[in-house]
């Protein structure tokens, strides 16, 4: 019999997020749990439902295990026995006192190992069949145990860092234009990137990343960036290229910010040297229509004019933006109502299964007192009986022997 270990601690949930910071309590198990021993678990989101299945995740692996058995085979067994497969101790080997004895079982893990009876490195090579000598055990629970059970194992190694391209509807292929999405019910907003090693779009938070709040550089149509895909989750790590026109000439060692949706309808803002001197430059286009600043050594300048033989811009309407967040956002609602429907069920159905947990463990442990103490009766009424038939016994023998003599007195009369 093996007896696991029993969880001592409670749990607590803390969301570190700041704008929906809160700590959810996880009771230990009922008469299991040391006054004063917790195990935090830390998550940082603004998603509430988040947060509550993370604790009806805590409060299933709290429940108290109930006792085990390791069985190690004499001979190979003749029916098939595997992991999860029900088992169940019956028959004239197994006495009533086997501790398992009639219940029903399941099995959670199975060795086996062989070793051959010849162990040289060249022998039996050429044979088609050979002798070992196998071991084989296997560790069992019972049926009604709802204690999860879980291999050994290597946490992965999170987070994994592949390339993807920003995803936003509308607009030409080079325009800059990007889309942003919220969540009705979470208010939390995303964008979508396509990762094109597997061909699939996730969602990543809308967040400044290692720009203050005042400056906002929304990521733009088809920017290569840097997605980090951790576990349950995935995040913007950082951005890999410069829009067309961004870069700039490295004899000027200039710097520059580029604004705006295209080539004919931008603003730039650059700072360069001309002959070893600083230049500050702003320049708005909007088709042919153009609008400059430059301030250099001595000189300032102010001019808007029309470019000649420039086409000018039509201005259209593209709705494809409206009809991808509308789809986002009804595509976010409902899946964020199936989570908190979810995490709902699921905590209360923790708290139920719990409970009954704790009622099915009580029942059991006063069903196994009860069966003890019959047992205990029945073993002492049989020691009674057997003391009481060995003394009949012996006066049954004081009397065979005194019939004895009394024949053997009767033959000598004769």
Known sequence: MVLPAIPRNAARVLNASTLKASTL???ASKGAGVAGIHQDHLVRTPIVSVVEQRQALEVNR????????????????????SPWAGLRLEGPLWGAS???????LRV????????????????GLQLKDTGFEVEMSLLAERASDTTVSLPAHHAPRYPIHVEGKVLSPGGGEKDRIYLLSEDKKTSVLTWRVKVPLWNKDVSVPAEPGFFPGHFYFPPYKNARVLVALHFDRA?????????DAARLPQDGQGDGILLGKNDTSQTSIVHDFQDMKPVWHLERTSGPDTETVRMAEGTMMFRTKELPGAASVTPTFDV???VETARADLSAGVGGAMGETTAAYRVASGSSQAKLDGASSETQ???ESAQAEVSAKVSEAKAELKGALSGLEGRTSSLTRAASEARAALEQLK
């Open 25 to 27: 309590e996880v009771p």
């Open 98 to 104: 086997v501790v398992g004895s009639g219940e029903d």
């Open 108 to 123: 959670v893990e199975l060795s086996l190992s062989a070793r051959t009876l010849d162990e040289g490195p060249h022998a």
């Open 365 to 367: 442990a006063a069903l």
């Open 62 to 81: 709290l429940r108290v295990p109930q006792r085990r058995y390791r069985m190690t085979f004499g001979h190979f067994p003749t029916v098939p026995v």
């Open 320 to 322: 494809s933006p409206q």
């Open 235 to 243: 995040e913007l790590h950082r951005h890999l290229d410069w829009a």
